[in-house]
């Protein structure tokens, strides 16, 4: 099983739609989780944390289930500007190092 | 807004040679990183450095790898003899804390290795 797991997509939207996108991590030691966001041949750059009673931030949403294991992100009124992959990135207590899923690809379309 | 800064933008080498990516981190941050990003590919995890010393590294982080903070702001990753292999996005990047820290990356160095 893959450390973290994505649907790679792409997800095509139009504008103004809510998009979700999930992961599932496999290491129940993993204590911090985070989405970035990536855009084409760019840096990863901090969307989010992902606290375990859910946060919000502005038209964005991230759930943390431990139970199953699983980080959702929402994103509510889609605007172009959104287009770009977004990743999934967990972190164990006691290691230094982000695990990356390999991101799911959205379109918002016009 | 402090922000990681990566040389160079792009760096094409023959096999076999050296090469030393450079990255300057946050002024604040105690904690670095290299990742690397082959094409179509995710980011992989390297090597993790804290108080002058490597703190976690990654099978990928073989002999042919090494880092060094030569200063109080540079931190770099060098790659002794490259292979086609290495061809990759490498990415630096730096945090206040370590573990769930929130790391900041530069914006990578693309090396292609001919």
């Known amino acids: 099983r893959k450390e973290v797991e994505q649907d790679p997509g792409p997800f095509n939207v139009p504008e103004g739609a809510t998009v979700a996108f999930n992961c599932t991590y496999s290491?129940?030691?993993?204590?911090?989780f985070f989405w970035y966001r990536q855009d084409c041949r760019k840096e990863p750059k901090l969307l989010m944390s992902?606290?375990?009673s859910g946060n919000e931030d502005g038209r964005f949403t991230a759930q943390l289930n431990r139970a199953s294991q699983y980080i959702s992100l929402l994103i509510r009124d889609s605007k172009l500007s959104d287009s770009a992959t977004y990743l999934c990135?967990?972190?164990?207590?006691?290691?230094?190092?982000?695990?990356f899923g390999t991101g799911t690809r959205l379109k918002v379309l016009a | 807004e402090p922000e990681v800064t990566q040389t160079p933008s792009h760096q094409v080498t023959q096999m076999g040679q050296e090469v030393i990516l450079r990255c300057v981190p946050i002024?604040?941050?105690?904690?670095f990183y290299w990742y690397r990003q082959i094409l179509g590919q995710k980011v992989e995890f390297l090597v993790s450095?804290?108080?002058?010393?490597?703190?976690?590294k990654s099978e990928i982080f073989d002999d042919q790898f090494s880092v060094e903070r030569p200063d109080g702001s540079n931190f770099t990753l060098k790659i002794r003899s490259t292979k086609l292999e290495d061809s990759a996005m490498y990415f630096c990047?730096?945090?206040?804390?370590?573990?769930?820290?929130?790391?900041?990356f530069g914006p990578g160095t693309r090396l292609l290795v001919l």
């Open positions: 990047a730096s945090s206040e804390a370590a573990g769930g820290g929130t790391q900041y």
């Open positions: 290491n129940s030691a993993s204590q911090s």
């Open positions: 992902v606290y375990s």
């Open positions: 990135v967990v972190s164990t207590s006691g290691t230094y190092k982000y695990i």
């Open positions: 002024s604040n941050h105690l904690y």
């Open positions: 450095f804290y108080n002058n010393e490597i703190s976690e």
